[in-house]
């Protein structure tokens, strides 16, 4: 059965330095990953995928994440944070079975300080 | 902005009661996803409809239902409210079914069961 996890409830990071949102994933087969982010009362918005190839993938609004299949991790990050980033922060998975469908995780919340 | 649109925004109803919410996909995608995320929660997968069938479905009892019709816009019914049921619904379109696709979300219906 696929899951995903994201270890951390809450994350903080000053303007201006790196941020790195976690997540691990199991999944039977190959691995089709995704991370969205939600902004208060609104739906939730692309950010990047990996379905096969570079390790790492480059996304929207300098995020980019980091495939890695021997620690089945697909960790979020951007090399300088801006008070904008601010937001709630979801990895997903991509079920194989049936419909295809998204496998959530519970989300993180990044926090990021003036 | 996506171009899934959803209405409406917020909605209030009693327990036992009825609700209808509505999805427009993306122009060019056949597929709408519906998801449920409740408060503080990740979003978690109700159904499916593909060229206006029913083409996979979550661990929801069958009181949620849905339709999509031939523009591919698609509705959410669900029957004999309970509380439980306040959440987030999210709709989310895509091009095809494949694992590689990539889907778009609307911004939401807020619904409040009292």
């Known amino acids: 059965a696929q899951s995903v996890a994201q270890p951390e409830d809450q994350v903080n990071v000053a303007e201006g330095n790196p941020l790195t949102v976690k997540c691990t994933y199991s999944?039977?087969?190959?691995?089709?990953l995704f991370w969205y982010v939600q902004y208060p009362n609104r739906g939730l918005q692309f950010l990047l995928k990996?379905?096969?190839?570079?390790?790492l993938v480059k996304g929207s609004y300098g995020f980019e994440a980091e495939f890695n299949k021997s620690q089945t991790s697909f960790h979020l990050k951007k090399p300088s944070a801006l008070v904008s980033d601010s937001a709630l922060y979801f990895c997903?998975?991509?079920?194989?079975?049936?419909?295809?469908?998204?496998?959530f995780g519970t989300g993180t919340r990044l926090t990021v300080i003036p | 902005e996506t171009g899934v649109t959803q209405s409406p925004t917020h909605l209030i109803k009693t327990r036992g009661q009825q609700v209808t919410l509505r999805c427009s996909s993306q122009?060019?995608?056949?597929?709408v996803s519906w998801y449920q995320q409740a408060l503080g929660q990740g979003p978690q997968f109700i159904f499916q409809?593909?060229?206006?069938?029913?083409?996979g479905r979550g661990n929801f009892p069958p009181r949620f239902s849905g339709l999509q019709f031939p523009n591919y816009s698609s509705e959410l019914n669900v029957n004999a409210l309970e509380l439980d049921d306040s959440a987030l619904y999210l709709c989310?379109?895509?091009?095809?079914?494949?694992?590689?696709?990539?889907?778009?979300f609307g911004p939401g219906t807020r619904l409040l069961v009292l």
């Open positions: 989310a379109s895509s091009k095809d079914r494949p694992l590689r696709e990539t889907q778009y």
């Open positions: 999944v039977s087969g190959n691995p089709y």
């Open positions: 990996y379905i096969t190839g570079d390790n």
């Open positions: 997903a998975v991509r079920d194989p079975t049936g419909a295809n469908n998204l496998f």
């Open positions: 122009s060019g995608h056949n597929t």
């Open positions: 409809y593909y060229r206006e069938e029913e083409n």
